[in-house]
Nanobody, 128 residues
């Protein structure tokens, strides 16, 4: 099985930067996981796609609301995915979740239902 643990969520001021980390573990990770992604959810709202990365080659995908501001990356040696968030806005406030999927393509990567494993989430709060 695969375990995902997020870290790095904090209270930051608008315009600031923050980097989230998601450490993946499990003996079957390399054999089963094709992609990893970040989602976020604010109170009373649906879970929103933020970014995704194809694990093998590092190709990336982004939600429209974060293009040009957020960057997803990976460290293969550490089995860790990162989300660098710049120019943060109050509307970025949410719980951010790391997720992993067994099957991956450009369209399916945006849907939470296509992900098989989820972390516990980390709170990001952006003050105005």
């Amino acid at each position: 099985q695969v375990q995902l643990v997020e870290s790095g969520g904090e209270l930051v001021q608008a315009g600031g930067s923050l980097r989230l980390s998601c450490a993946a573990s499990g003996r079957t990770f390399n054999n089963y996981i094709m992609g990893m992604g970040w989602f976020r959810q604010a109170p009373g709202k649906e879970r929103e796609f933020v970014a995704a990365i194809r694990w093998s080659v590092g190709s990336t995908y982004y939600g429209d609301s974060v293009k040009g501001r957020f960057t997803i990356s990976r460290d293969n040696a550490k089995n860790t995915v990162y989300l660098q968030m710049n120019s943060l806005k109050p509307e970025d406030t949410a719980i951010y979740y790391c997720a992993a999927c067994r099957y991956f393509d450009g369209s399916s990567s945006r849907a939470p239902s296509n992900y098989n494993y989820w972390g516990q989430g980390t709170q990001v709060t952006v003050s105005s």
